[in-house]
């Protein structure tokens, strides 16, 4: 067989082959601005040739801090195909760990979305190795500025370039992008993706039991392109050709659903806080979007609640596609579909979703394991209870100038999540293995009773956290956020959880609270939530007499 | 990222994971023959050890004599999962051509279907490499025996083995099976397969823009496992778990639709003679069978006729998806659904069509071209007209102990197909190079007439082949099989090819024949066609007089 190395240069080229007149819209302030797959293939090689005047060449690193759009795309196009590598910022990060990730990453030249530049301009004389900025200007800020070195704007700086740049053959093994994870703990850790490994994930979320990404979808990624590769749909997309539309700044969930009606998306994929907002819009507001063009949602990041994943496909008959996946993972490893075999066209529908409120099956190609604290594997019964371990071709192997070996284990990653495999080998997370309660010996499950919490009516969203006890070690308390014109009360919440979970599994407390933080992501921010309620001098309730 | 070999290791043992209780029935003479993934696995692994007790190593060639059935699915996951070289044997080529491929790819044992074995058995004292033959015995043969050495029966041979075989860490570039082209002239060429390539081909076929193979399936694959593996249809199934329908040596159409229809199958494959046979049963039986399941069949080997293709969506609803490739591009390479864009969906049915009777779009990874005489590329405009060329990861590079170098240049095959490629990038077959008819300087096509002479009523197959003519080089000439009860003449043939083509691309001749012989690979044989023209010392019209 040829020997034909696995590069992104590829496949990102073929999109504008097949499809040349397929759109790609991008949210504006006015509306949408839409260009060709055929534009959009040209603009990127004339940006990876005025990125190579500018110096960068294979390997070296350039950053975007952008919203996902166009121009976003053309930066993941260009630096894949020229063999740079893409560093994607974290819109939502602190300065310090901005500017940490950027000077850490090494990033020579960053692409800026005009709206945030000010962000990163508070950054000016702290990240002294970025020699260029590239401003990519909306509507609304032709009057950017920035005290940052040598910017110039974006469509001055691919102006007049050729239209083809000979993408160079290079090790498949060679770097594609790095993305730092949002750090709960420490620094945040890089890691740097792959061209192979990119590769192999692009082709697979594109099976048919996976997200089945076609050149008939039009795509609306709303997960950021700068959380691990957009989770691959922008290399999917650019390989088929199919129709993207993309959100920009304008993620608030009335606006979404103006886009995703207008531009006839059939797929779309996001956080759960993302589709809890979305289904909130489409309560208040019955009727008002058409979206019979949608079949399905992408939801990762944190696991939805099954009783989300319900009201979409009863409500509206879109399928909910749960996936879970790390930055580390490229990132999709599991992924549940309504129907994963043939047997379960039989089952009932309730059946069915019994199986979507997993994590998943693994996607081909990669291995799971569960593990005891001595990293002795685990039966896969649905019973046992452990670490998740996994591997495969597009799973780190390391971090990035940061290895953290303590994360790794005889090629296997240990991801930090803990849960079982049942026998049809389905993955349960249980929970982020620092975010379980461990209570007398035994663990409780946040996950668990924030997913029983959310399908109380009432309750607009649910967090449950541990609180030190004395003789338990830690006890659940459940932060409660209310539906709106809606007043449940304490007894009603623990009456609920008791109606499922043990005496000993039940919230020793309830808060209610105008809002949850958020991470960088989009997660519930935990850490966060205990470090407030120890800034505020919370105790459980038995011991507040103390 | 971690280094994962591609070994289809990797992926064999996936599907009795995640779906140990899906089905794998083969027909048998009686009924079918039932059994799990689960089990199969196991004996696969069983299958295993016993080859390696017998001496089977890493790169060893195990030949299979085999219809599509269980115990060849479970040779296919023994021998890759072990590092062991599957070489599947033609069961339709002359003694002649089988002694010589055994040979050439050195077969040290081999699995024979016991129905077959006679025909192996006249190779008795010719294949000297051969140590031992495994006979895989069904209903109806319990009695068989051979003058072959060691022959020994396969359920005696698997019997108490281990249930778990350690698949061994290889090289990805290793061999994995061997398939020899049916070689219309000279010796059989065999293709070497890989690991590597087969691992991608394996992910590549499941995406939903190719045969979109999903554990939701029940496939049905007529195709010959022993045709360019199957076109990858056992590799895919086994990884993802889905039912599978094998029909053995039972493969006349109506058996095969009451197999289809009964086993609930809802995707099939084979080459366009078997579902023109299909089709004949179905108008002469119309409601006898329940196809409601079936959504799609693929259809590749040779070009089906459009007119079929739309005989299926308009009559059953089934869609055909038409693929066209080599035993040398492993094998699939393009692909053409009936919707391929968002925009498609758009088009009237009959604009539909028009894309579906082309060959395809290029699945991703791969790279097309057209070339003239001299190696030029050729433009992308649905006109120009040349020598295809491919490259890509699943494309061969030499044969097998028989490079070959004048078919391959600057690491593109040659694939000795010629056609043309359209602004929207679908490759338009205009016919083997070796099968076009050269008139005065000009082309023509046997395959585009065939394609308008299969749509007439009343010609159930069309064969044109190409006849000396002193002044012209080359004439076209019609064979045409008639529909059962249907009377149509010369003057009725030529007349509609004279609807489309132009008066100097109209056959000279017509000849009413009761069939038209077919390769081993179930094409039509026009080497033999033509073969038995000069036999009986046919001479063009006009050149009888002299």
């Known amino acids: 067989m040829q020997r034909t190395p696995l590069l992104m240069s590829r496949l990102i080229d073929r999109g504008a082959k097949v499809a040349p007149e397929a759109e790609i819209v991008t949210a504006t302030a006015a509306g949408t601005r839409r260009q060709t797959y055929r534009e959009t293939c040209q603009r990127a090689h004339q940006l990876a040739h005025a990125l190579r005047d500018a110096g960068i060449g294979v390997g070296d690193r350039v950053g975007t801090f952008m919203w996902n759009g166009s121009r976003h795309l053309e930066a993941y196009h260009a630096t894949a195909g020229m063999g740079a590598v893409l560093h994607t910022l974290n819109l939502r990060l602190s300065a310090r760990d901005l500017e940490y990730i950027i000077n850490h990453g090494g990033d020579r030249l960053i692409i800026a979305d005009a709206d945030v530049l000010p962000l990163l301009g508070k950054l000016a004389g702290r990240i002294p190795g970025v020699e260029k900025v590239v401003v990519a200007m909306e509507d609304g800020y032709e009057d950017w500025s920035t005290s940052l070195p040598n910017a110039v704007d974006y469509e001055d700086f691919i102006a007049d370039r050729p239209l083809t740049f000979e993408w160079p053959e290079i090790d498949e093994h060679s770097a594609l992008g790095l993305c730092y994870t949002s750090g709960t703990t420490g620094d945040p850790k890089g890691v740097e993706y792959e061209h192979r490994a990119q590769y192999l994930h692009t082709m697979a979320i594109c099976m048919a039991d996976v997200m089945a990404l076609s050149a008939t979808d039009a795509i609306c990624g709303i997960v950021p392109m700068f959380h691990a590769m957009g989770w691959g749909i922008p290399w999917s997309a650019l390989m088929l050709g199919c129709k993207q539309v993309m959100p920009h700044r304008f993620t608030d969930p009335a606006r979404l659903l103006r886009l995703i009606a207008d531009e006839g998306v059939t797929m779309s994929a996001g956080v759960p806080t993302i589709w809890q907002g979305v289904r909130a819009v489409l309560e208040a507001r019955p009727g008002e979007y058409d979206l019979s063009r949608l079949s399905r949602v992408t939801c990762g990041g944190s696991a939805p609640p099954p009783s989300m994943i319900r009201w979409y496909w009863d409500t509206l008959g879109v399928e909910m596609i749960q996936g879970w996946g790390l930055t580390e993972t490229s990132p999709l490893a599991t992924v549940s579909r309504r129907v994963m075999q043939y047997a379960h066209g039989e089952l009932s529908i309730d059946e069915q979703f019994k199986n979507v409120a997993k994590a998943g099956q693994l ?63 389905y993955l349960v997370i249980s929970d982020r293995s620092k975010d379980l309660v461990k209570s007398g010996g035994e663990w409780i499950s946040s996950l668990d009773l924030e997913n029983h919490l959310a399908a109380l009516d009432g309750v607009a969203q649910a967090c449950v956290v541990a609180q030190p006890h004395p003789k338990w070690d830690e006890r659940p308390v459940a932060l409660i956020v209310r539906a709106e014109n809606v007043d449940i009360g304490s007894e009603q919440v623990v009456a609920h959880c008791a109606t499922r979970f043990a005496r000993w599994q039940l919230p020793d407390d309830v808060l209610f609270v105008d809002s949850i933080p958020l991470t960088s992501t989009g997660k519930m921010d935990k850490k966060a939530v205990r470090a407030r309620l120890e800034a505020e001098g919370y105790r459980l309730p038995e011991l507040r007499q103390g």
Chains 1, 2 share one sequence.
């Open 363 to 425: 996607i081909p190609g990669l291995e799971l394991e569960i593990v005891d604290e001595a990293f002795r594997p685990l039966a896969h019964d649905g019973e046992s209870t452990g670490e998740i371990l996994i591997r495969g071709p597009w799973v780190c192997s390391e971090y990035y100038r940061n290895p953290q070996p303590e994360r790794f284990r005889d090629g296997w990653l240990i991801t930090g999540d803990v849960g079982r495999i049942d026998a049809g080998e």
